[in-house]
């Protein structure tokens, strides 16, 4: 069992920057791999917006924020960070943690836990 707990979020100017933090419970978080999602308001469905490999050495990232967003995780804290730059108003959103079992999960059904979310709010 892991539980997730994310912290960070806020209210934040287009431009600015965030970092997000997911911390689990438990001694297995270093054999997840650990994806942030986000579900925007109206959306439907939680979106893949990165996921980081075990070890950290793979990642991947949605194409809105290639370049902009990175994700790293310090295991012996049992923690994931999402730095967020140069954000904008279409990155409003809840953003959730999940921890999954494969090497870089991207769908919503390969993940096993996940988190409560935590808002992020971008004001143009």
């Not at 990175?70 to 904008?88: D, E, I, P, W």
Request: glycine share 10%; with cysteine.
């Amino acid at each position: 069992q892991v539980q997730l707990v994310e912290s960070g979020g806020g209210l934040v100017q287009a431009g600015d920057s965030l970092t997000l933090s997911c911390t689990a419970s438990g001694r297995t978080f270093s054999r997840y791999a650990m994806g942030w999602f986000r579900q925007a308001p109206g959306d439907l469905e939680r979106k893949l917006v990165t996921v980081i490999s075990v070890n950290g050495d793979n990642t991947r990232y949605a194409d809105s924020v290639k370049g902009r967003f990175t994700v790293s995780r310090h295991n012996a804290k049992n923690t994931v960070y999402l730095q967020m730059n140069s954000l904008k108003p279409e990155d409003t959103a809840v953003y959730y943690c999940a921890a999954g079992a494969s090497w870089l999960p991207t769908r919503k059904l390969e993940y096993d836990y996940w988190g409560q979310g935590t808002q992020v709010t971008v004001s143009s």
